[in-house]
């Protein structure tokens, strides 16, 4: 073990906390935990390493770990998997990093008012693996689903591939217990019981916590809804020679009405070009195939089957062609593949295919919008890749973003590929620029600034008290009354505005 970077009485009274094997200091353990999926400055790693790690494995040790940070004024950021892109899980004040991975038990499967009750560090994937022989699932799923852990869904407020059917992680939480930034517990939704969906009873504290970022306390265990699995699940891919084309039957598909639909997404021609060129996992197409919607349907053998006929006849009346059941059954079930594959992509000026990393740029806009937004934020990459040439434009998708209701507003992505060697601090303030003019196309045209991931890292979050307006003080305000000497995930929402 290295010398603590931290006081020697604060690691003394985290090792009387939690044991020395579970109190980390060296350096791997912090490095390793200063990354997320989302680029950033190799030469700048220094700014974000936390100074100790710490893996509580219950909630009464979370909250003498945060008593404790909170009484020294010691930054505390908890963390998941540390697969979210808004840098939540990221500290920019070093402290104490607070890993739930250890916290993975499941408290409590309830078939009979079908629940499960679990601790953060619980992983989809896992738990669906333990609940199939009860022929129940919980249906969140996003892209990360092999990967991902629930307390990091809390936080991020995730969206899932299925959300159309079934809902997003708001939704599918019913209540959760939290650690406040004092050391406080509180539960929040459920009930006295925690299981009750619906009440009226106050306010609904419960969603103050869903997009929140690690800002206004710690998850420590939550009461999640389940669902039958699925008899049947249906997916048809479908292609089109033009984008108009396929926004039309996007939309025509969306709105069919179809109570088994679970998503729609809507590929452009550049994320079609993308695929074809440089992604591994691309299933071959023919040639004339400039974009695609697929389209995945969930339920009893009863329902899907004349929902599938339907999904077919709107598909073909609309300009698509099925594409054949090994591309729609192939594709939609490696939906979750791309998350871990390593990316590589070219440069414009010379063609040179090179290590690159992923970045997601998302936003939550209405369906009318689609077209005028995809335009900008294709022009907004051009102009970046041409006057920086670390960049590379990978295309867009367009998914259903509303709960149980695939029609409106989507979840719309532009995906760049970022030559990460090359982030040095010119290229880096590019990056964040382009990022805000990002932001703000959406903004202009009646969106949110993000659907899924949050907006707590350089670029975008600048432009979140436009989108609040005077909501954001509000938001100060909470945050300042429950964290009112700012030590849980300080620097994050430019909430340090809340102490000034």
Not at 23 to 30: F, M, N, S, T
Not at 71 to 85: D, E, K, S
Not at 146 to 169: D, E, F, K, N, Q
Not at 224 to 236: S, Y
């Amino acid at each position: 073990m290295s010398a603590p970077p931290i006081s020697d009485a604060l690691y003394d009274e985290l090792v009387g906390i939690l044991g020395a094997e579970n109190v980390l200091v060296d350096k791997p353990a912090r490095y390793n935990r200063t990354r997320v999926p989302a680029p950033f400055p190799v030469h700048r790693w220094d700014d974000h390493v936390p100074d100790v790690v710490v893996l509580p494995t219950t909630t009464d040790e979370v909250v003498e770990v945060v008593k404790l940070a909170n009484r020294n004024r010691t930054p505390i950021v908890p963390r998941a998997a540390g697969t979210g892109l808004a840098d939540g899980a990221v500290p920019l004040r070093h402290g104490i990093l607070l890993d739930v991975k250890r916290m993975n038990r499941i408290r409590d499967i309830d078939m009979t008012d079908r629940t499960v009750t679990v601790q953060p560090g619980v992983n989809m994937l896992k738990l669906n693996e333990v609940l199939q022989p009860y022929g129940v699932f919980y249906p969140d799923n996003p892209a990360s689903y092999p990967c991902s852990m629930v307390g990091g869904r809390i936080g991020t407020s995730g969206w899932s591939l299925i959300g159309a059917r079934y809902g997003h992680t708001k939704d599918l939480v019913i209540s959760l217990e939290v650690v406040l930034p004092t050391g406080k517990v509180i539960r929040v939704g459920g009930g006295a019981g925690g299981k009750v969906r619906k009440s009226s009873t106050a306010l609904t504290l419960k969603e103050l916590f869903f997009g929140h970022q690690g800002t206004l306390g710690i998850a420590t265990e939550a009461v999640l809804e389940l669902v039958p699995r699925p008899e049947a699940e249906f997916a048809a891919f479908f292609s089109y020679s033009d984008y108009d084309t396929a926004y039309r039957s996007c939309g025509a598909l969306s709105k069919s009405g179809l109570a088994t639909l679970a998503g729609v997404v809507l590929f452009d021609e550049w994320k079609l070009d993308y695929l074809r060129r440089d992604d591994e996992a691309y299933i071959e197409q023919p040639s004339d195939v400039r974009c695609v919607n697929a389209v995945a349907l969930y339920g009893t053998d009863a329902e899907v089957v004349p929902a599938a006929r339907r999904v077919m006849e709107i598909g073909h009346d609309t300009g698509g062609r099925y594409l054949g059941d090994e591309v729609s059954q192939g594709d939609w079930a490696a939906r979750h593949d791309r998350y871990a594959i390593p990316l590589h992509g070219r440069l414009r000026s010379s063609g040179q295919v090179v290590p690159m990393s992923w970045h997601c740029e998302d936003a939550a806009l209405n369906y009318s919008v689609l077209p005028q937004v995809r335009e900008e934020w294709h022009a907004i990459a051009d102009r970046y890749i041409e006057g920086y040439g670390i960049f590379d434009d990978w295309g867009m998708f367009a998914y259903t973003n509303g709960s149980h209701a695939p029609w409106g507003d989507y979840l719309v992505e532009i995906d760049i590929g970022i030559w990460e060697q090359k982030l040095d601090d010119e290229n880096w303030a590019a990056w964040t620029r382009c990022k805000t003019e990002i932001a703000a196309v959406a903004l202009k045209h009646g969106g949110s600034i993000t659907a899924c991931h949050g907006a707590t890292r350089a670029g975008e979050v600048d432009l979140v008290p436009s989108e609040l307006g005077g909501a954001f003080d509000v938001m100060k305000d909470i945050k300042r009354l429950l964290d009112p000497n700012n030590v849980m995930n300080p620097g994050k929402y430019l909430f340090d505005q809340a102490y000034e």
